[in-house]
T-cell receptor, first 114, second 113 residues
Framework: DTGVSQDPRHKITKRGQNVTFRCDPISEHNRLYWYRQTLGQGPEFLTYFQNEAQLEKSRLLSDRFSAERPKGSFSTLEIQRTEQGDSAMYLC????????????FGPGTRLTVT | GNSVTQMEGPVTLSEEAFLTINCTYTATGYPSLFWYVQYPGEGLQLLLKATKADDKGSNKGFEATYRKETTSFHLEKGSVQVSDSAVYFCALIADGANSKLTFGKGITLSVRP
């Protein structure tokens, strides 16, 4: 069963450092989403791709955040100059166009900024 | 803007009790509505969905009916099991929202044997 995978599962970094997370979607899925979840809250949408095109970015995604999906397969989310407020669980999900209501989520990457 | 409001938790029930988790929403047009579940140590999973008014979504003994008149999508189960212990999230995709999910805060359900 090849579901959505994310790497790393946990990341601890010092404030000011850059971090990069990877998401591998289900292979036939052409839509990929990033969400952020803080403690006690539901996930919040950050951005999404259809194939390699980034079609929407949330206002939550400051200039320090950048996401790519260079070949329409895996995606990376980079945070530059991390701040303590960036500490959260970063979730990736994927779906097929036409069945976008059915988003399959990965296990998430938990980021702790010290 | 679009939003989802869930009842405050946590909720603790005895096995075989009846479960209701309230969810109301604010959105223009006709959103699609979802319940997602997160079991301990696992990722979010779609539990059930309803895409138009009066539709009933159901799965694993859980049900929820899309009520346009009350803008609600309450989750129910007639007899909960210990294995239902998890965090439950109500969510919506609004019209024209490019399939991005808007989630409620989630509620933790604990079921005692």
């Amino acid at each position: 069963d090849t579901g959505v995978s994310q790497d790393p599962r946990h990341k601890i970094t010092k404030r000011g450092q850059n971090v990069t997370f990877r998401c591998d979607p289900i292979s036939e899925h052409n839509r990929l989403y990033w969400y952020r979840q803080t403690l006690g809250q539901g996930p919040e949408f950050l951005t999404y791709f259809q194939n390699e095109a980034q079609l929407e970015k949330s206002r939550l995604l400051s200039d320090r955040f950048s996401a790519e999906r260079p070949k329409g397969s895996f995606s990376t989310l980079e945070i530059q100059r991390t701040e303590q407020g960036d500490s959260a669980m970063y979730l990736c999900a994927s779906s097929r166009v036409g069945t976008s209501y059915e988003q399959y989520f990965g296990p998430g990457t938990r980021l702790t900024v010290t | 803007g679009n939003s989802v409001t869930q009842m405050e938790g946590p909720v603790t029930l005895s096995e075989e009790a009846f479960l209701t988790i309230n969810c109301t929403y604010t959105a223009t047009g006709y959103p699609s509505l979802f319940w997602y579940v997160q079991y301990p140590g696992e990722g979010l999973q779609l539990l059930l969905k309803a895409t138009k008014a009066d539709d009933k979504g159901s799965n694993k003994g859980f049900e929820a009916t899309y009520r346009k008149e009350t803008t609600s999508f309450h989750l129910e189960k007639g007899s909960v099991q210990v294995s239902d212990s998890a965090v439950y999230f109500c969510a919506l995709i609004a019209d024209g929202a490019n399939s991005k999910l808007t989630f409620g805060k989630g509620i933790t359900l604990s079921v005692r044997p």
